[in-house]
């Protein structure tokens, strides 16, 4: 074996670039796969993260078209939360949504299960201006639960409360990168804020103060263009319209209450709320659900390009195989040599399939560093955690031994079949 090995490295020493070009299809290969593999974990881990970082007790509420899965609904909030879901593209009417009533009756008619019921309404960009300073914002409305929802940090004032829902007051919950660049980090509460959007001028009284947390998948954006949400009463933010109702709130679950179960119960109620309702329905969905259902297609979207990439090891594989092929040829004389001191099939066999494999496990270790490289860049850039699984990793690595004991087996063969008197022959 040791006699193999030190035979199959002084073939690739003596023939040093014609090593390299035929290493280079399984270093693409492995390394295309390992960095898909890692941004695919990373991405999942950040979502994952994200996800519980918005409580583990939501339940989401949607109101959806008839005759929708689970994974349509997913592909028609891309737009926004809250959101209706139709393939056909109808629009709900007031009656088709979900109302104050319905949300008071719902709270009425599971007191100790429901902690409370987020609903919020986007506003739109706007930007906050007093004279050179400025602060970019994206205008939610909300009401009282949003906070318990979004496990948003408050660090001074209060969050909108149920009274600025009711009387629909001109407050509003900034961010601390607002206070930052608006006031210089002075205490904002109780002071007026100019909100300049592109048909009006909005004035607010600043309420709270709440610590702006970074979701990941960010940019490089300064702290100065950084757009951050700006936080009014959802009934203010919805005053100018003549759509009240809402397509989408969320559910907080009580400590005491199972989510599982809660989902269910929630949407047999809802079932039969809209059971008159023809076209439109209640899609009642927990965190775990959405998570599963997204990992799940991140997952299907990593096999698939990964499989793509997987090509490039085949074409690597048959250069192993060509490039052992060229070697017996080349080495004819010497397995006549070889055979006619008495080697046998099993001899020769292990001197060409010990060279395969050496090839295609270097290619393969090269490709794994390349790959980890190229995905810590990668996440590095997107701002998400570097997640990296020894068992891919290693099987990456056992993949492409395999690589060289298959596409180095044929070559190998044809090596021990040669009639050792016509390899001494050979010129």
């Given at each position: 074996m040791w006699e193999n090995i030190s035979l199959a490295f002084s073939s690739l020493k003596s023939n040093k670039m014609?090593?390299?070009?035929?290493?280079?299809?399984?270093?693409?290969?492995?390394?295309?796969i390992i960095a898909i593999l890692i941004i695919g974990d990373a991405m999942t881990s950040a979502v994952s993260s994200n996800l519980a970082t918005l409580g583990g007790s939501n339940i989401t509420v949607s109101v959806q078209e008839r005759g929708v899965t689970t994974n349509d609904m997913f592909a028609a909030m891309g737009g926004g939360m809250g959101r209706s879901s139709?393939?056909?593209?109808?629009?709900?009417?007031?009656?088709?949504?979900?109302s104050d009533r319905?949300?008071?009756?719902?709270?009425?008619?599971f007191p100790s299960a429901i902690d409370g019921v987020?609903?919020?309404?986007?506003?739109g960009a706007a930007q906050a201006r007093d004279g050179d300073l400025y602060a970019n914002v994206s205008i939610t409305g909300a009401n009282q639960d949003y906070v318990k929802a979004n496990s948003t940090t408050m660090l001074s004032g209060s969050f909108i409360s149920e009274t600025d829902v009711r009387e629909t007051n001109q407050c509003a919950v900034v961010s601390d990168r607002f206070v930052k660049n608006m006031f210089h980090g002075a205490d904002p509460i109780g002071r007026q804020v100019k909100i300049y959007k592109p048909d009006r001028i909005e004035i607010y009284t600043i309420i709270g103060v709440y610590r702006h947390e970074h979701m990941g998948f960010g940019g490089t954006v300064s702290d100065q263009d950084l757009t951050t949400t700006l936080f009014i009463p959802v009934t203010t933010a919805k005053q100018n319209l003549l759509e009240k109702n809402y397509t989408t709130m969320t559910v907080i679950g009580s400590q005491s209450s199972d989510v599982e179960r809660l989902t269910d119960q929630l949407q047999s109620y809802f079932d039969g709320i809209y059971e008159g309702n023809a076209t439109w329905r209640v899609s009642v969905s927990n965190f775990t659900s959405m998570l599963d259902a997204i990992n799940e297609s991140l997952g299907t979207m990593s096999l698939a390009i990964a499989i793509i990439a997987g090509i490039s090891l085949l074409v690597g594989g048959i250069g192993v195989m060509n490039i052992m092929l060229v070697s017996v040829t080349e080495r004819t004389r010497?397995?006549?040599?070889?055979?006619?001191?008495?080697a046998r099939n099993y001899h020769i066999r292990p001197q060409f399939v010990t060279e395969a494999i050496i090839i295609a496990s270097i290619g393969g270790i090269v490709g794994l560093l390349l790959g980890i490289m190229t995905g810590a860049i990668a996440t590095a850039i997107f701002e998400v955690p570097l997640v990296i699984s020894p068992l891919t990793t290693v099987g990456c690595v056992l993949f492409s031994m395999v690589i060289g004991v298959f596409f180095g087996l044929y070559p190998a063969n044809?090596?021990?079949?040669?009639?050792?008197?016509?390899?001494?022959?050979?010129?």
């Amino acid at each position: 074996m040791w006699e193999n090995i030190s035979l199959a490295f002084s073939s690739l020493k003596s023939n040093k670039m014609r090593a390299l070009l035929t290493m280079l299809g399984i270093i693409i290969g492995i390394m295309s796969i390992i960095a898909i593999l890692i941004i695919g974990d990373a991405m999942t881990s950040a979502v994952s993260s994200n996800l519980a970082t918005l409580g583990g007790s939501n339940i989401t509420v949607s109101v959806q078209e008839r005759g929708v899965t689970t994974n349509d609904m997913f592909a028609a909030m891309g737009g926004g939360m809250g959101r209706s879901s139709s393939r056909s593209g109808k629009t709900p009417t007031t009656n088709d949504l979900i109302s104050d009533r319905m949300i008071a009756d719902l709270r009425s008619n599971f007191p100790s299960a429901i902690d409370g019921v987020s609903v919020s309404h986007s506003g739109g960009a706007a930007q906050a201006r007093d004279g050179d300073l400025y602060a970019n914002v994206s205008i939610t409305g909300a009401n009282q639960d949003y906070v318990k929802a979004n496990s948003t940090t408050m660090l001074s004032g209060s969050f909108i409360s149920e009274t600025d829902v009711r009387e629909t007051n001109q407050c509003a919950v900034v961010s601390d990168r607002f206070v930052k660049n608006m006031f210089h980090g002075a205490d904002p509460i109780g002071r007026q804020v100019k909100i300049y959007k592109p048909d009006r001028i909005e004035i607010y009284t600043i309420i709270g103060v709440y610590r702006h947390e970074h979701m990941g998948f960010g940019g490089t954006v300064s702290d100065q263009d950084l757009t951050t949400t700006l936080f009014i009463p959802v009934t203010t933010a919805k005053q100018n319209l003549l759509e009240k109702n809402y397509t989408t709130m969320t559910v907080i679950g009580s400590q005491s209450s199972d989510v599982e179960r809660l989902t269910d119960q929630l949407q047999s109620y809802f079932d039969g709320i809209y059971e008159g309702n023809a076209t439109w329905r209640v899609s009642v969905s927990n965190f775990t659900s959405m998570l599963d259902a997204i990992n799940e297609s991140l997952g299907t979207m990593s096999l698939a390009i990964a499989i793509i990439a997987g090509i490039s090891l085949l074409v690597g594989g048959i250069g192993v195989m060509n490039i052992m092929l060229v070697s017996v040829t080349e080495r004819t004389r010497e397995i006549g040599v070889r055979k006619a001191l008495g080697a046998r099939n099993y001899h020769i066999r292990p001197q060409f399939v010990t060279e395969a494999i050496i090839i295609a496990s270097i290619g393969g270790i090269v490709g794994l560093l390349l790959g980890i490289m190229t995905g810590a860049i990668a996440t590095a850039i997107f701002e998400v955690p570097l997640v990296i699984s020894p068992l891919t990793t290693v099987g990456c690595v056992l993949f492409s031994m395999v690589i060289g004991v298959f596409f180095g087996l044929y070559p190998a063969n044809k090596a021990a079949k040669l009639d050792p008197i016509e390899a001494l022959r050979y010129e």
